[in-house]
């Protein structure tokens, strides 16, 4: 299984409501809001990388009002 953790930036006001939707994506294990440079940390977990990827390009960054992610994978 490999995880990685991904730092969302929202646009101003839709941080709630991003994370509630973030919190919806069934290999999201653990997402919280944050305070600093971005607004939401995720946890996800799949079978391999380019399941994370495809996680993170189809299902975390399609969600509306989502500006822009940071991903680090763990080794």
Known sequence: MRRA???I???VGAEGRV???VR????VKEA????GAYDI??????ETI???NDI?????RSIDKVRSTLTLVCT
């Open 5 to 7: 953790y991904v730092m």
């Open 9 to 11: 930036n929202a646009e």
């Open 19 to 21: 994370l509630e939707e």
């Open 24 to 27: 919806g994506v069934s290999e």
């Open 32 to 35: 919280h809001g944050i305070h």
């Open 41 to 46: 940390i995720v946890r996800v977990e799949a």
């Open 50 to 52: 380019q399941g994370i």
């Open 56 to 60: 993170i390009r189809f299902k975390i």
